[in-house]
């Protein structure tokens, strides 16, 4: 990896040509107000004094689809608050290009997603640490989950804790479950009662991020109190179009807001929040990368490293649809009167399907009994649905006829894909390329994984349930079947990870294990993007906690 360090005159990308000055300069620079850079905001600004300029390209996320759990399928295509990036042909997935929803919005991706919240499982963080990140294994980071959540029984009592709601909604789930822990019991695979708990491997029901049944995102728990702070500036609308350096040293931020460009100085530090797709873009654009592609699209190479945009990780995702013997939520959400009647039974008591996820139960298993450890995630759905087009744009509906969905997911999986520019321009989609399904390991376990679900789908508890599979039987497929079905209908699970890898080497990773990037001054990248190894379940939870640790070190940088 080489250095090179443009004049200003000389460098493009690093100058200040054209730029208008802003009124204010700060201590700190986030850009993005996702899951990550809510946490960062409330911290960075935690002591009154420090001053904190949060940008957020989106806009605010007061909004009945956002608030509404059940909403997110309204949100899911929704262009107000979702970039809807959509990936390269993919040749693992014979050609197709998967759809990739990321929050454009305050809050992030957590103001869209199902809500589910899981740590992942203690090995996990086990193997950041091997990997030679200091700081990062379970032991290090469990008191970091403890001290920011807030658990939520079963009754709708929160114990004494942090911020962030972690609700147990057992009391409004779907009377299917019942079939799907049975299945699993028959199927020898263990329960587990809380994924966040001291035994998290088995099957059980997920916890989620609401609040009196209301959607808790990363901006209820974190920005929101930190906003009444007058040493925090949100500004919504602002898209960031590169770092400004002045020679090796983060100075400030160019961004676009109300049609003019505009630039902030930061005194003590720029970091980047902008997620697993967006931050290594903006590192890009700003000169930080692989020297071709940025020569390739004329901008002044301030840092060249190769790892920036690369080792792109990803849930890959399958999903198997039945026709049920009994009412599911289909029932409900499928017709006007169910429709009418649920919206009645949350206005009178905040209760019923529209409080909660439709990712109701699932769990982290061993697919087969040569495991070593859990390897697979788990997904039962009390619901069947399909896309349609509207005047509005397009929306999740449910199906009329009683369904539910059994999904599976590797949890983790060894194929390497890559983000990069297409232009440099911000406002123009990276390019994404997954790489899904390259490692032969990755093919393993989606015929694993198939596998299990089909044994699932055998046990008395499941036949009793399902009246027809919908779409591809599993029952009728060979091994070679299910893979060529895994390749035509997998997609993703919304989880990309990995594209600013955290390590030692500054050869091999883009930041260090204080998250601060190798070979600059005064720049951070905070998000999904620095996981090391993707963690093997949903990945809300672990980037809060990476916010935590990263807001950490950069002010004991500051002392």
């Given at each position: 990896?080489?250095?090179?360090?443009?004049?200003?005159?000389?460098?493009?990308?690093?100058?200040?040509?054209?730029?208008?000055?802003?009124?204010?300069?700060?201590?700190?620079?986030?850009?993005?107000?996702?899951?990550?850079?809510?946490?960062?905001?409330?911290?960075?600004?935690?002591?009154?004094?420090?001053?904190v300029l949060l940008l957020e390209a989106g806009g605010h996320d007061r909004r009945l689809w956002i608030n509404l759990?059940?909403?997110?399928?309204?949100?899911?295509?929704?262009?107000?608050?979702?970039?809807?990036?959509?990936?390269?042909?993919?040749?693992?997935?014979?050609?197709?290009?998967?759809?990739?929803?990321?929050?454009?919005?305050?809050?992030?991706?957590?103001?869209?997603?199902?809500?589910?919240?899981?740590?992942?499982?203690?090995?996990?963080?086990?193997?950041?640490?091997?990997?030679?990140?200091?700081?990062?294994?379970?032991?290090?980071?469990?008191?970091?989950?403890?001290?920011?959540?807030?658990?939520?029984?079963?009754?709708?009592?929160?114990?004494?804790?942090?911020?962030?709601?972690?609700?147990?909604?057992?009391?409004?789930?779907?009377?299917?479950?019942?079939?799907?822990?049975?299945?699993?019991?028959?199927?020898?695979?263990?329960?587990?009662?809380?994924?966040?708990?001291?035994?998290?491997?088995?099957?059980?029901?997920?916890?989620?991020?609401?609040?009196?049944?209301?959607?808790?995102?990363?901006?209820?728990?974190?920005?929101?109190?930190?906003?009444?702070?007058?040493?925090?500036?949100?500004?919504?609308?602002?898209?960031?179009?590169?770092?400004?350096?002045?020679?090796?040293?983060?100075?400030?931020?160019?961004?676009?807001?109300?049609?003019?460009?505009?630039?902030?100085?930061?005194?003590?530090?720029?970091?980047?929040?902008?997620?697993?797709?967006?931050?290594?873009?903006?590192?890009?654009?700003?000169?930080?990368?692989?020297?071709?592609?940025?020569?390739?699209?004329?901008?002044?190479?301030?840092?060249?490293?190769?790892?920036?945009?690369?080792?792109?990780?990803?849930?890959?995702?399958?999903?198997?649809?039945?026709?049920?013997?009994?009412?599911?939520?289909n029932n409900v959400l499928g017709s006007p009167w169910g429709k009418l009647r649920a919206g009645l039974q949350y206005?009178?008591?905040?209760?019923?399907?529209?409080?909660?996820?439709?990712?109701?139960?699932?769990?982290?298993?061993?697919?087969?009994?040569?495991?070593?450890?859990?390897?697979?995630?788990?997904?039962?759905?009390?619901?069947?649905?399909?896309?349609?087009?509207?005047?509005?744009?397009?929306?999740?509906?449910?199906?009329?006829?009683?369904?539910?969905?059994?999904?599976?997911?590797?949890?983790?999986?060894?194929?390497?894909?890559?983000?990069?520019?297409?232009?440099?321009?911000?406002?123009?989609?990276?390019?994404?390329?997954?790489?899904?399904?390259?490692?032969?390991?990755?093919?393993?376990?989606?015929?694993?994984?198939?596998?299990?679900?089909?044994?699932?789908?055998?046990?008395?508890?499941?036949?009793?349930?399902?009246?027809?599979?919908?779409?591809?039987?599993?029952?009728?497929?060979?091994?070679?079947?299910?893979?060529?079905?895994?390749?035509?209908?997998?997609?993703?699970?919304?989880?990309?990870?990995?594209?600013?890898?955290?390590?030692?080497?500054?050869?091999?990773?883009?930041?260090?294990?204080?998250?601060?990037?190798?070979?600059?001054?005064?720049l951070y990248v905070v998000d999904a993007s620095v996981f090391p190894t993707i963690t093997s379940g949903n990945t809300?939870?672990?980037?809060?906690?990476?916010?935590?640790?990263?807001?950490?070190?950069?002010?004991?940088?500051?002392?």
């Amino acid at each position: 990896m080489s250095v090179l360090v443009p004049s200003q005159s000389s460098a493009s990308h690093s100058s200040n040509k054209g730029v208008a000055v802003s009124s204010q300069d700060y201590d700190y620079i986030v850009v993005g107000a996702g899951s990550a850079g809510c946490v960062l905001a409330e911290q960075l600004s935690a002591d009154g004094r420090s001053t904190v300029l949060l940008l957020e390209a989106g806009g605010h996320d007061r909004r009945l689809w956002i608030n509404l759990p059940i909403g997110y399928g309204m949100s899911f295509y929704d262009e107000r608050v979702n970039w809807k990036f959509v990936a390269q042909p993919d040749p693992g997935l014979q050609g197709r290009r998967i759809y990739f929803p990321r929050g454009r919005i305050v809050g992030g991706s957590s103001s869209i997603n199902a809500m589910v919240y899981c740590r992942g499982l203690p090995s996990d963080f086990d193997d950041w640490a091997a990997l030679g990140n200091s700081g990062w294994s379970w032991n290090d980071v469990r008191p970091v989950y403890e001290g920011f959540e807030r658990p939520v029984d079963e009754n709708g009592v929160a114990a004494p804790g942090g911020s962030l709601f972690v609700s147990d909604v057992r009391r409004e789930l779907h009377p299917i479950e019942r079939h799907f822990f049975a299945a699993a019991q028959q199927a020898g695979l263990p329960f587990s009662e809380d994924f966040n708990g001291a035994q998290p491997e088995g099957v059980g029901r997920y916890r989620i991020n609401t609040r009196h049944a209301m959607r808790w995102s990363a901006a209820d728990a974190f920005l929101r109190p930190a906003l009444r702070r007058a040493s925090l500036d949100l500004k919504t609308g602002a898209l960031a179009e590169r770092v400004l350096f002045e020679g090796r040293r983060a100075v400030g931020v160019a961004y676009r807001r109300g049609g003019g460009l505009l630039r902030a100085r930061a005194r003590r530090a720029v970091v980047l929040s902008a997620g697993a797709i967006q931050s290594p873009q903006l590192l890009q654009l700003s000169g930080v990368g692989p020297s071709a592609l940025l020569q390739e699209h004329n901008i002044a190479v301030v840092l060249d490293q190769a790892q920036v945009g690369a080792n792109l990780q990803d849930h890959l995702a399958m999903s198997y649809y039945y026709q049920a013997t009994e009412p599911t939520l289909n029932n409900v959400l499928g017709s006007p009167w169910g429709k009418l009647r649920a919206g009645l039974q949350y206005a009178l008591g905040l209760g019923g399907p529209l409080g909660i996820s439709v990712n109701q139960c699932g769990g982290f298993v061993r697919s087969h009994p040569g495991a070593e450890q859990a390897d697979t995630q788990l997904y039962c759905n009390p619901i069947t649905y399909t896309l349609a087009e509207s005047t509005t744009g397009t929306h999740i509906v449910p199906d009329r006829t009683a369904g539910f969905i059994l999904c599976f997911q590797p949890c983790r999986p060894r194929s390497r894909g890559s983000v990069s520019i297409a232009a440099a321009d911000a406002s123009q989609a990276p390019l994404i390329r997954p790489n899904y399904l390259s490692h032969p390991q990755d093919l393993e376990q989606a015929l694993r994984g198939a596998q299990l679900v089909r044994r699932l789908a055998r046990t008395a508890a499941m036949r009793g349930l399902i009246r027809a599979p919908i779409g591809p039987a599993l029952d009728g497929m060979d091994d070679a079947a299910m893979l060529d079905d895994f390749r035509a209908r997998a997609s993703t699970c919304y989880h990309p990870v990995g594209t600013c890898v955290m390590g030692a080497d500054a050869r091999g990773s883009v930041v260090d294990a204080n998250l601060s990037v190798h070979g600059l001054e005064g720049l951070y990248v905070v998000d999904a993007s620095v996981f090391p190894t993707i963690t093997s379940g949903n990945t809300h939870a672990p980037t809060t906690m990476v916010a935590h640790k990263g807001a950490a070190a950069i002010l004991r940088a500051q002392r």
